[in-house]
């Protein structure tokens, strides 16, 4: 993990090994998310890898244990709850529970030698059922039933086509350069409207929404320093400087 101002990057960093995750990584990995969690000058929290592949999702050996899906779905979770935004910056193939990981973050943006495949029927595996939920809400039934049942591989033009992909470049310098400008821009959105709605959008597309928390929400940033700074800089014409409170 690194902190550059406002942005945070975690990397992976096994590429000899496809940047395959073992039990002590996902761990890891939810440590670091706590440590991003509780710095709040943190706005915008990118996923990249080193190498050819993003991620070959779990060791295929130790998928059996009960406790791995477990440990692997409560990753996949706080990932997606995790409060700045997110980022997956996909430099090649990406496979099995990690492309969970990547649905699980916010935004996505991958190069054009990206692919991603999820061989779970074909080594008889049961997708857990947050994963599940992602594949719908986020690519729809159809594209769910290609990728998880039929094990069909796309490529980087057809994620894009079927909204894995946000956007997708050429290759590892612009997605370098298209991730550090987006999430300059991320970062420059007031954090309370941004985290909030993001909250609440990722229930919506649950289906669980709480009103309440909702409304405590919008009525927080109805009354926010930052939305004042925001119609102030509005009318004077210049960029906002928010604070997050």
């Known amino acids: 993990l690194s902190i550059q101002g406002p942005v945070a990057t975690l990397r992976l960093n096994r590429p000899e090994l496809a940047n395959r995750l073992e039990v002590e990584d996902l761990k890891t990995v939810q440590q670091l998310l706590a440590q991003v969690n509780s710095n709040q000058d943190i706005r915008v929290l990118r996923i990249t890898a080193t190498g050819r592949h993003f991620c070959s999702g779990f060791d295929a050996r130790k998928i059996s244990g009960d406790d791995a899906g477990t440990l692997f779905e409560a990753t996949a979770q706080a990932l997606e709850q995790v409060r700045p935004l997110t980022i997956a910056a996909i430099n090649g193939g990406i496979y099995g529970g990690a492309t969970d990981l990547a649905l699980a973050c916010d935004f996505r943006v991958g190069v ?55 956007k997708m470049v050429v290759d590892m310098q ?72």
């Open 174 to 245: 612009e997605l370098q350069a298209e991730v550090d400008r987006f999430s300059s821009h991320l970062a420059s959105m007031a954090p309370l409207a941004v985290q909030g709605m993001k909250r609440h959008l990722n229930s919506f597309a649950r289906g669980a929404l709480d009103m309440n928390t909702l409304k405590d929400d919008i009525r927080r940033v109805q009354t926010s320093a930052d939305l004042l700074e925001g119609v102030k800089a509005k009318a004077e014409k210049r960029k906002p400087v928010f604070i997050g409170a």
């Open 112 to 166: 054009q030698s990206a692919n991603m495949f999820v061989p779970v029927a074909e080594i008889g595996l049961h997708f857990y059922g947050s994963g599940l939920e992602r594949y719908v809400s986020r690519l729809g039934l159809t594209v769910a039933k290609r990728v998880l049942l039929a094990g069909e591989r796309l490529d980087a033009s057809q994620m894009l086509s079927c909204g894995f992909l946000d």
